[in-house]
């Protein structure tokens, strides 16, 4: 029989107050904790500062390359939102959506390319990929996050970047019954920008924590609600074109420029803006949380856990604006009026005559429901063996409904009263500020009804009954709703035994096989809104008048407000579906499977090397992948109506994935870190499905010859594939303070990239007329495999209390990080290439004070320019180049624990303050930063917070 020692990690952990917050701290059984408590000294660390212990624990004693974040107290992570607490670790940043930190990147890698887990189970995701989202989970139920940034073949999770774990509390390693309630109260720096807005808001938590039957039984519970306000000030365009020539002579060719403000010619090539589609936004996320840890030790042998989370998510907008078409509208460009930046030969000023503008008061709500249950069994069969089985089932249903009101001085093209419109850019990159001569809060003037002649559908147009030759062909669209759904369903199962090594190498194996099923289906539609008054429009009814709205930010004053939901619910408009006559939404709807086997072993390092530690681990885990998915061929018939051929296509593949992790303790305080793995991470789903469009034009399409045009995904599709070599050396020089330099290098190969390629459509017949036409060659364009680079870099990091340079400054320390990247990759063409998601440098600082119940923090989160996704037409992902930002919050708080009044002891209270600098969201077309795509203005946000424990 072996004889149990205290290792130096449960000795360190106890030593700091922590119970449960670490990978190593799970596995130990509780009869070993006991044991190695009554030989140490136990020193009680609170609040943000026992936070900061813990954190640094865990990344001491991992086998893994980790960082870490923990909860201040039960439900109280050290920020309000998940993303933003992990935005501030080492080499991680956050993109931001509707002013929320929501998706994490990892050392330049986007969110697609880390895996996300809940208690060490894969996630599923309300985006139409793999990338999480994290303003879907509640920080106030977590008990903390561990980012993996090298792997061990235990992982269940994926990805080239890393695997991000949310955890939740274990009862059994908490010490008595516990009470909590966390309430935060919110509001934003800007008043309501509509009037039916919300600029104010609350958010409550609820958490009780007990053991029973002389602690063999553990019950968790938490139930969070929220109800949180976000605003927006938004500078949109819809791009750049160029200007072009003011007129040409067709017999002889000859062409005549614009003139600018000076009287010089404008280059025709100059770029102008296209048009712009500015707006405000008031937003409200209503999130109820529910979480359940049931954690049971009957014996010293038998463990068994049993949690469920429940999230049930909607985010509505209302968003007003005005779309204002320039060199793409109707109005002509006037001469000697414009003012052009020589230096980008970009046109900074000018004006148009005779424009009409498109009113827009649109509503959208974003809806979703998460589930999650997992059970966990272990049990220790001797003092050599033990046994683990893992089952979990997650799923999530996400629907959105979005839809946009048109109105205006008129119906369709050339009807209604125009506009002399100008637009000059600001200073920096805000956009433009735009003069205009109409009253657009004039209800009269203003009316519902499609002012531009959008909405070219044969559908349409045949329902409501237009012919060829009448004016207001095309003119039917008077707003659009787009309903996308995703549904994702993730069953997972997991057997492993664990053997305990008599040996001066090996401390124990690890062996186990796990599966994974998942399921993602996405229905893409949309319908166009006809209003019944058609081919009239309609004053706005009284009853459904919000007022005005300002729009003073872009120099368009006040226009109409209004209930555009209202209109539609009480049946002011018939609705037609695009899907009738339009194939995106076809080649858009999808479902794809993966069924995921893996098996596993991992040995545990324990050994020494020249009197000096060595501990970590080397494993190898097989993965055998089948990956399905049922779409449709997709093709316009002879009525012009949209025709579906179902599809259905699979692929297999297998990867063998070893890692190695290494610690070497140089003495008490210093680590040196070696890690090297082969890691993957699994195309996007949208670019994996079964879902193909094919059209033939008998006239030749191009110069090359072709006829048929042929798109669609890759069921093909393989995952990214790279070898990851970490470098680091640790000091951990206080309790409450160490430093680390870390080297990181990947070697990438199999990215995914798009790809044309020639097609032979022989004997295919044209789905139009259902002739096999004489032409069969065809441009079809898919992703693929293929190319591949290098990404390396380095991060530094310190947290450092203060209180080692004199006792005074107690209390007082700081925590700082710096992360360097570079990247050389190349398409499968030999092209330069840029990862989505990567900023050269990313930052963070925090400066701290908690003493005597009392705390303050300011935190600052920086990174530099990088390629993001947002949602774009039919909420597709768009990827655009998003620059970089730095974002100050602050936080001040006190705890009444120190009182002598016992009703205070457990209250606390908190004042915090998030975007202090008000740092926009900008997004830009192209390299010229004067051309920007949006700029997104979200002001500050002030939380005031009360927490009592029982």
Not at 228 to 247: D, F, H, I, V
Request: aromatic residues 10%; proline residues 3%.
């Amino acid at each position: 029989m072996s004889v149990f020692k205290p290792s130096i990690l449960t000795l360190a952990l106890l030593s700091a107050g922590v119970g449960s917050f670490s990978v190593y701290a799970a596995e130990e059984t509780q009869k070993e904790k006991e044991a190695a408590a009554k030989e140490v000294e136990v020193i009680e660390v609170r609040g943000f500062r026992r936070s900061i212990v813990e954190s640094i624990n865990t990344k001491r004693f991992s086998s893994n390359v980790v960082e870490s974040i923990s909860a201040e107290d039960i439900g109280k992570l050290p920020d309000s939102s998940i993303a933003e607490s992990i935005a501030r670790l080492p080499g991680l940043a956050a993109q931001r959506l509707d002013g929320r930190a929501s998706r994490v990147t990892i050392r330049g890698f986007g969110e697609n390319e880390s895996g996300t887990t809940f208690n060490g189970r894969e996630q599923v995701s309300i985006s139409d990929n793999r990338g999480v989202e994290f303003d879907l989970y509640p920080s106030e139920i977590m008990s903390g996050v561990i980012v993996y940034k090298t792997p061990n073949a235990t992982l269940e999770g994926e990805g080239i970047a890393g695997v991000i774990d949310m955890q939740t509390i274990k009862p059994l390693s908490q010490d008595g019954q516990v009470i909590q309630i966390n309430t935060q109260f919110e509001k934003t720096s800007f008043d309501k920008l509509n009037p039916d807005g919300e600029d104010s808001g609350f958010r409550g938590t609820f958490s009780y924590l007990d053991q029973f039957a002389d602690d063999t039984i553990g019950v968790a519970f938490a139930h969070s609600s929220m109800s949180s306000p976000n605003q927006e000030k938004r500078w949109n365009a819809w791009g750049y074109p160029e200007l072009g020539y003011k007129s040409c002579d067709e017999t002889s060719g000859e062409c005549v420029q614009y003139k600018d403000s000076s009287g010089n010619d404008i280059d025709p090539n100059a770029s102008v803006l296209g048009g712009a589609k500015p707006f405000v936004r008031s937003s409200e996320l209503e999130r109820d949380s529910t979480m359940l840890v049931i954690e049971a030790t009957p014996n010293d042998q038998l463990h068994i856990t049993f949690d469920a989370l429940y999230v049930d998510f909607l985010d509505t907008k209302i968003l007003r604006g005005i779309e204002v078409p320039f060199a793409w509208g109707q109005g002509s460009f006037r001469d000697n009026n414009a003012i052009v930046d020589l230096d980008s030969n970009f046109i900074t000023s000018g004006t148009t005559e005779g424009q009409r503008v498109v009113v827009r008061n649109d509503h959208e709500e974003r809806k979703a429901e998460l589930t999650s249950f997992g059970f966990n069994t272990q049990y220790d069969l001797n003092d050599n063996w033990s046994l683990e089985v893992d089952a979990s089932y997650s799923n999530v249903d996400r629907k959105i409904w979005s839809m946009e009101s048109y109105s205006g001085t008129g119906r369709g093209n050339d009807q209604g009263i125009a506009d002399n419109i100008g637009y000059e850019f600001n200073s920096g990159n805000t956009g433009a500020t735009f003069s205009h001569e109409l009253d657009y809060s004039d209800y009269n003037l203003i009316q519902l009804g499609g002012p531009l002649s959008w909405g070219g559908s044969t559908a349409l147009n045949n329902k409501l009954g237009i012919n060829g030759d009448s004016p207001l062909k095309d003119t039917g669209q008077d707003g659009f709703i787009n309903t996308p759904t995703i549904e994702d369903e993730l069953k997972a199962l997991k057997f492993a035994a664990t053997q305990n090594i008599e040996s001066d190498f090996v401390s124990k194996i690890t062996y186990g096989v796990s599966r994974r099923e998942r399921e993602k289906q996405k229905v893409s539609e949309g319908y166009f809104m006809t209003l019944n008054a058609f081919p009239g429009t309609l004053v706005v009814p009284e009853q459904y008048r919000k007022g005005s709205v300002s729009l003073d930010f872009i120099g368009m004053g006040d226009m109409i407000a209004y209930d555009s939901k209202g209109l539609i619910d009480d049946g002011y408009y018939s609705l037609l579906a695009e899907s009738l006559t339009d194939t995106k939404h076809a080649t858009s709807s999808w479902t794809v499977d993966e069924k995921i086997s893996s098996a596993f072993v991992q040995a545990d390092i324990d050994t020494e090397i020249a009197d000096m530690a060595l501990t970590g681990g080397v494993g190898l885990r097989y993965v055998h992948t089948k990956q399905s998915s049922t779409g449709a061929y997709v093709s316009i018939d002879s009525s012009k109506l949209v025709a579906l051929t179902p599809n259905y296509e699979s692929h297999s593949y297998s990867h063998l994935l070893p890692s190695l992790n290494l610690n070497l303790k140089l003495d008490e305080s210093q680590s040196l870190r070696f890690g090297i793995a082969k890691t993957i991470s699994r195309a996007k789903m949208d670019e994996m499905h079964a879902s193909i469009n094919a059209t033939y034009n008998a006239e030749q399409v191009n110069n090359e010859g072709y006829y048929w045009s042929v798109s669609g995904a890759n069921t093909q599709l393989e995952p990214k594939e790279a070898t990851g070599i970490d470098l680091s050396y640790e000091n951990y020089f206080d309790d409450e303070g160490y430093f680390s330099v870390a080297l990181f290098h990947k070697d990438i190969n199999q990215w995914i990239f798009d790809e044309t390629f020639e097609v032979d459509m022989t004997g295919v017949a044209d789905p139009a007329t259902g002739i096999v036409p004489e032409h069969s060659k065809g441009s079809g364009s898919r992703k693929v495999n293929g190319g591949g680079g290098d990404l390396w870099g380095y991060e530094l990091a310190v947290t450092l209390p203060l209180n080692l340079f004199a006792d005074s400054l107690d209390g007082f320390g700081l925590m700082a990080s710096h992360t360097g990247i570079e990247s050389d990759m190349e398409d499968q063409n030999g092209e330069e290439y840029e990862l989505p998601g990567l900023s050269d440098t990313i930052q963070s600082l925090t400066f701290y004070y908690e003493k005597s119940g009392f705390q303050a923090r300011a935190s600052m989160r920086k990174r530099s320019d990088f390629k993001g996704d947002v949602y774009g037409i039919g909420f597709k992902s768009q990827q655009v180049d998003i620059l970089g930002e730095t974002i100050w919050d602050a936080q001040l708080g006190y705890s009444f624990e120190e009182f002598d009044n016992e009703n205070l002891q457990g209250l606390s209270v908190s004042f915090q303050v998030q975007n202090i600098t008000e740092e926009p969201f900008t997004t830009l077309s192209g390299d010229n930063k004067l051309q920007v795509r949006d700029y997104q203005d979200y002001g500050r946000t002030y939380l005031l917070g009360l927490s009592y424990k029982f």
